[in-house]
């Protein structure tokens, strides 16, 4: 079973940065997609960046240019950078992981996605 844990998350100033970590165990192969999503008070939940584990990753365009995506399989961690952040950044992040054994681009629809962290909030102050 695949467990998930996010943490990093904090209160920041626009302009400023935060590094999420997702810490992952339960892989027994190296076919799957890791994703962050977040959701903010009243709205639905949304994508923000997908990474497959043998390579290629995925931003939606309101991150892309500001985020990146990382993993490290060596410590079995999932990395989002985020940098000049602006308030409507702040949401509760999440990140997620497909099944192993995922083919192709990775998924922007969290229907995809079977594991679930908790959750770490992100807040950034105008």
């Known amino acids: 079973q695949v467990q998930l844990m996010e943490s990093g998350g904090g209160s920041v100033q626009a302009g400023g940065s935060l590094r999420l970590s997702c810490a992952a165990s339960?892989?027994?192969?190296?076919?799957?997609?890791m994703g962050w999503f977040r959701q903010a008070p009243g709205k639905e939940r949304e994508w923000v960046a997908s990474?497959?584990?043998?390579?290629?990753?995925y931003y939606a365009d309101s991150v892309k240019g500001r985020f990146t995506i990382s993993q490290d399989n060596a410590k079995d961690t999932l990395y989002l950078q985020m940098n000049s952040l602006k308030s409507e950044d702040t949401a509760m992040y999440y990140c997620?992981?497909?099944?192993?054994?995922?083919?192709?681009?990775?998924?922007?629809?969290?229907?995809?996605?079977?594991?679930w962290g908790q959750g770490t909030q992100v807040t950034v102050s105008s």
């Open positions: 990474i497959y584990s043998r390579g290629g990753t």
């Open positions: 339960g892989y027994t192969y190296n076919h799957y997609c």
């Open positions: 997620a992981s497909t099944t192993e054994g995922w083919i192709g681009q990775c998924p922007s629809s969290g229907y995809q996605y079977n594991f």
